[in-house]
């Protein structure tokens, strides 16, 4: 596209940004499941090059650092490869289990299910498949891929992962996905079951489409057909263009769900924005936690990193204190800038999920262990990968364990209705 017909049409979407009119929704959907780079824009007022510096040097610097921090080396051979730990052992089928009987029942505040939205055919969320296809597929063929557990996970894919990551987020919204058909309920179940998961909050995202986007009313349906509400807890979303949003948040509240999801990248918006008050305000009422996408993955199109920088946070943390707020993937690669939110603001909790293990180890020396809460990111990746990174770093520290692996999410989630 010629320069100048580019930029009059960032000028005009920016435009649409300002005056809140924007309706966000192809791009929307596409700029969330991570990857599908389009053309995109930027509020130039809200995002500097210094910060896009930031995420580069950030990625450049973990590169640098990986297996020179305190756990050493942490590279294993796809998810099966963590059977070299002490807590996990592969049975006779291949299958990674975690055995080890002292490891307290977990809760998992982040996982999804099979995503088909738009055009794509409904999933059978109801299905069992010989094996769960993760968007990061390290146990495709045997040896796995590389697993470095220093390194924020997403630094796992390569190129060629990439690539074949945004193929699936299009198949998705279109043919439908063959990794989607294996992200189904008992596949779920299996997973948590061979790894000590015992409660899992299912997240799902409003689009913000113009149809086949109601993923929070078909997930509810298909636990509550599973019969798997205690051990599948539903979350919500809504879109914070929907004009219906706080209807909806009491409807779906009503009907059991123990979290809203939003997300800043997917949603397309910035989380200090007036107009998601009132989505926060009812949240509020419900004492619903409000569970963040949060922080730059650094995967993602990168004119969707301006809405997730965490001072674009602060001031919902802030001006909602009465709203507990979880802070997913603890910033993601923003981290740094995440931990002194989580200082400042006692209604502000870290999901851990993603980050590596020198970098877990200073969240609990920084932040404290009381509000780091176990989040998998299931079927992105094994729900392994994050149990492992937990049990290298709290090993000699049950207490430790057990708050991020179980009890401050029964804390969180206590106030909901879980
Ligand atoms: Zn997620």
Not at 9 to 20: I, P, T, V
Not at 145 to 156: E, F, G, Q, S, T
Not at 171 to 188: E, F
Not at 267 to 296: A, K, N, T
Request: aromatic share 8%; net charge negative.
């Amino acid at each position: 596209m010629k320069r100048r017909e580019k930029n009059r049409g960032c000028e005009l979407e920016r435009d649409k940004l300002q005056a809140g009119l924007e309706r966000r929704r192809f791009l929307g959907l596409l700029g969330s499941l991570p990857l599908l780079t389009l053309p995109g824009c930027r509020d130039g007022t809200r995002y500097s090059d210094a910060d896009a510096a930031g995420l580069a040097d950030q990625q450049r610097e973990e590169q640098r650092r990986s297996g020179k921090g305190p756990y050493g080396r942490q590279l294993y051979r796809g998810y099966r490869g963590l059977a070299e730990l002490p807590w996990f052992e592969l049975d006779d089928n291949s299958r990674l289990r975690c055995t080890d009987e002292e490891i307290p029942a977990v809760v998992d505040i982040h996982a999804h299910l099979g995503m088909s939205l738009l055009l794509a055919p409904e999933l059978d969320l109801q299905a069992r498949t010989a094996r769960v296809q993760h968007m990061l597929d390290c146990d495709a063929e045997d040896p796995g891929c590389d697993l470095d557990l220093d390194v924020y996970i997403n630094a796992n894919f390569t190129p060629a992962d990439l690539r074949r990551l945004r193929w699936g987020v299009l198949s998705q919204l279109t043919w439908g996905s063959s990794a989607a058909v294996t992200h189904t309920i008992p596949n779920l179940l299996d997973e948590m079951d061979a790894t000590r998961v015992g409660r899992s909050l299912i997240l799902p995202i409003a689009f913000g489409l113009p149809f086949g986007d109601d993923l929070t009313e078909r997930w509810m349906q298909a636990i509550a057909q599973a019969g798997a509400e205690k051990r599948l807890l539903a979350g919500a979303s809504v879109h914070p263009d929907d004009p219906l949003a706080a209807e909806k948040l009491r409807d779906f509240a009503a009907r059991g769900a123990h979290a809203v999801k939003l997300h800043p990248a997917g949603q397309r918006f910035f989380p200090d924005s007036p107009e998601l008050h009132p989505i926060y305000e009812e949240c509020g009422r419900l004492g619903l936690p409000v569970v963040f996408h949060g922080g730059r993955a650094g995967i993602e199109p990168s004119y969707t990193h301006q809405f997730t920088l965490m001072r674009h946070y602060e001031g919902a943390l802030r001006d909602f204190p009465d709203v507990q707020f979880v802070l997913g993937h603890a910033g993601a690669r923003d981290v740094a800038d995440a931990v002194p939110l989580a200082k400042r603001y006692g209604n502000v909790w870290l999901g851990i999920h993603g980050q590596g293990v020198s970098q877990l180890a200073e969240l609990i020396a920084r932040v404290g262990p009381d509000r780091l809460l176990f989040g998998s990111d299931w079927p992105f990746y094994h729900l392994a990968a994050t149990l492992a990174k937990v049990l290298l770093v709290t090993e000699g520290r049950p207490e430790v364990r057990r708050a991020i692996l179980r009890d401050n999410a029964d804390r969180l989630l206590g106030g909901a209705r879980a």
